[in-house]
């Protein structure tokens, strides 16, 4: 009696193919995005563009959404790459829920609800960077290539201590605004700090943006070596 054995082989290649697909829109679909943030809540080019200038936010998070979604046909069977995989999609979709409010802040920037929205929306970028790390790790868990799960480690790590970093420093600036009796220049530097706030997220956020794109890229690279090299 014979028995049919699933070709794994014929099954993985296409699960590969789409994660490269996947970490290829990952790596374009950041700088994208932040791109496109800053345009839209700092000056009028998405008013000049209108109407598609009112879509160009959802679209760049789309992106980053989609992204993740390819990913999710790898190695469905591993509970762990899964449940990392499934967070960053999770705060990937608030993310685009949020991200039109960039533009409404923009055309009525006095109102305190939209304002809100956005810095809501930039705290939520900066979980999803630390959930793109930490499935990152998960993904180089998986893939031959020991080099890459030990840079993996080593950045996905770093980035999410200077990420987490971020919202603390903001949450303290924030609350230092409220006290009346702090030192001259404290009280200076936090006005200058909040005058600056958007320039400010984006140099914390900037590095880890570019480790985690350097992590992206590697892993395509690997997964495209491992194939090429599997075939000779």
Excluded: C
Aim: hydrophobic share 55%; no cysteine.
């Amino acid at each position: 009696m014979t028995t049919d054995k699933p070709d794994t082989q014929k099954d993985l290649l296409p699960a590969l193919a789409r994660v490269v697909r996947g970490t290829s829109i990952l790596f374009w679909g950041l700088p994208i995005a932040m791109v496109i943030s800053v345009m839209a809540t700092l000056s009028n080019w998405t008013d000049a563009a209108w109407p598609m200038g009112m879509l160009m936010p959802p679209v760049a998070f789309g992106m980053l959404w989609y992204g993740l979604w390819l990913l999710g046909s790898f190695q469905p069977q591993e509970r762990v790459w899964q449940a990392a995989l499934g967070q960053a999609k999770i705060i990937g979709l608030f993310s685009l829920g949020l991200s039109p409010f960039l533009h409404w802040h923009h055309r009525v920037p006095d109102e305190l609800y939209f304002a809100y929205v956005v810095w809501l929306l930039a705290l939520g970028f900066v979980f999803y960077l630390m959930s793109l790390n930490k499935m990152l790790a998960r993904l180089a868990a998986m893939i031959p290539d020991e080099t890459l799960r030990v840079e993996s480690q080593l950045f996905s790590r770093m980035n999410r201590v200077l990420l987490a970093m971020t919202p603390i420093g903001f949450g303290v600036m924030y609350l230092f605004s409220f006290m009346d009796e702090l030192p001259e220049i404290l009280i200076h530097g936090v006005s200058m700090a909040a005058q600056f706030r958007p320039w400010l997220f984006m140099a914390f956020v900037l590095i880890p943006v570019s480790m985690t794109m350097s992590l992206l890229w590697k892993t395509k690279e690997s997964i495209l070596a491992s194939v090429f090299n599997s075939r000779q």
